[in-house]
């Protein structure tokens, strides 16, 4: 049984940092692609990072690339989502998702797995 669980939400002022861990089990996470995805209030969920089956492809969303990193650790089954210089229109709930797609597709509907989402809010 396939399931991803967040962890590493919480409130930070701006300028602050923060790593989110997706723990996942069921599926080996080298042959799944992995994203993460974040809605905020009032906001249609949005992708900020993705990362292709195999690890060789990585995008992120325009608003956080160069603040944004996302990786894996296939050795703990878990993926990541390192966060710095986090501005207020960054909050949200913050999603991992996965799919045995070559590449997670940005239209959050398509992909198969996610976890019940962690919440970060950034203050000013």
């Known amino acids: 049984q396939v399931q991803l669980k967040e962890s590493g939400g919480g409130s930070v002022q701006a300028g602050g940092s923060l790593r989110l861990s997706c723990q996942t089990s069921?599926?080996?996470?080298?042959?799944?692609?992995m994203a993460w995805f974040r809605q905020g209030p009032g906001l249609e969920r949005e992708l900020v990072a993705r990362?292709?089956?195999?690890?060789?492809?990585?995008t992120y969303a325009d608003s956080v690339r160069g603040r944004f990193t996302i990786s894996r650790d296939s050795s703990v089954s878990k993926f990541y989502l390192d966060m710095t210089s986090l501005k207020p229109e960054d909050s949200g709930v913050y999603s991992c998702?996965?799919?045995?797609?070559?590449?997670?597709?940005?239209?959050?509907?398509?992909?198969?797995?996610w976890g019940q989402g962690t919440q970060v809010t950034v203050s000013s």
């Open positions: 998702a996965a799919d045995p797609a070559y590449f997670c597709s940005s239209d959050s509907s398509l992909l198969s797995y």
């Open positions: 069921g599926f080996i996470i080298s042959v799944f692609c």
């Open positions: 990362i292709t089956r195999g690890g060789g492809n990585i």
